[in-house]
């Protein structure tokens, strides 16, 4: 996939996750964690052999997955503030 549609989506990703997670990282924070997670989830998914499909809607899909499993992962090492 191109680099900067990549990075797109893990910006979209990142925001959505920081909506469903109720992150109080901001907005930047966020869209760093989405990016992050991106990376997180293709390379999980890709650990598991588990495929969304191609295309962006599969890459959305992995991503939204690697940066919500980050923010979790994130509280509980930081714990909520």
Same mark, same amino acid.
């Given at each position: 996939?191109?680099?900067?549609? &990549? #990075?797109i989506v893990g910006?979209?990703?990142?925001?959505?996750a *920081?909506?469903?997670?109720?992150?109080?990282? *901001?907005?930047?924070?966020?869209?760093v964690? +989405?990016?992050i997670?991106a990376?997180? +989830?293709?390379w999980? &998914?890709?650990? #598991? +052999?588990v495929? &969304?499909? +191609? *295309? #962006?809607? *599969?890459?959305?899909?992995?991503?939204?997955?690697?940066?919500?499993v980050?923010?979790?992962?994130?509280? #509980?090492? &930081?714990?909520?503030?």
């Open positions: 996939m191109n680099i900067i549609v &990549f #990075l910006l979209l990703a990142g925001w959505l *920081g909506v469903i997670m109720k992150s109080r990282y *901001g907005l930047i924070g966020d869209l964690v +989405g990016v997670g990376f997180l +989830g293709q999980l &998914f890709g650990l #598991l +052999g495929s &969304f499909g +191609g *295309g #962006l809607l *599969g890459a959305f899909l992995t991503a939204v997955i690697g940066a919500i980050l923010l979790a992962v994130i509280r #509980l090492i &930081f714990g909520r503030r």
